[in-house]
């Protein structure tokens, strides 16, 4: 196996923001190749998510944003299992980009399955529609809705949506990454997003 180096090392840490020996061992994993790596990192923060589902998160922060054009303003409480963690420049860091996200790409829900059931229907409605008028024909038309939707929950789905400081990313693997990085669970419990106009 290859030596990794300190400086490979320092570059996973700097993108993924995990421990030393967490990113010295994912290189290792992947063979020093660092896109492997992040991969291996991320899959870890699933895991290590999945394992403590069933904490509690009475802890955290209610950050706000208020747009330089003073227009647009959000509110976010995003909660963890300790006060010591709450008070990280991590997690304060998280919580206030999460705020940039809402501000600018205005989602309608934090996960999926927070998404009004009329407003999918709605969607398909209007898709099934779309399609029928371009001539599609039936038997395709449920696989082309189904596409429209995943690009739907992408645009509309907090967790599912692109980092706006680095669309290579989601904010779930931003999240991921945060659980990964501080062993705690971590969930964005609600928001609210003021718009002057609307």
Do not use: W
């Amino acid at each position: 196996m290859a030596e990794i180096s300190l400086e490979l090392i320092k570059q996973l840490r700097q993108r993924t923001a995990a421990g030393f020996m967490d990113c010295k061992r994912a290189l290792e994993e992947a063979g020093g190749d660092i896109e492997k790596a992040v991969d291996f990192l991320r899959k870890k923060g699933l895991v290590i998510a999945a394992k403590r589902a069933a904490k509690e998160t009475l802890e955290g922060v209610v950050t706000s944003y208020i747009h330089s054009n003073k227009k647009i303003g959000v509110l976010v409480e995003l909660n963890c299992e300790t006060d010591f963690v709450a008070r990280t420049s991590e997690f304060q860091e998280f919580a206030h980009n999460l705020a940039m996200q809402i501000a600018a790409t205005n989602p309608l829900a934090i996960s999926r399955d927070q998404i009004p059931l009329e407003i999918l229907e709605r969607e398909k409605r209007i898709y099934e529609e779309q399609l029928k008028e371009l001539g599609k024909p039936d038997h395709v038309i449920p696989k082309i809705i189904e596409g429209k939707l995943e690009k739907f929950y992408k645009e509309n789905v907090l967790l599912e949506q692109p980092f706006i400081k680095n669309p290579e990313i989601t904010i779930q693997d931003l999240l991921n990454e945060l659980m990964a990085k501080t062993g705690e669970k971590i969930i964005i419990k609600r928001f609210c997003r003021f718009q002057i106009g609307d």
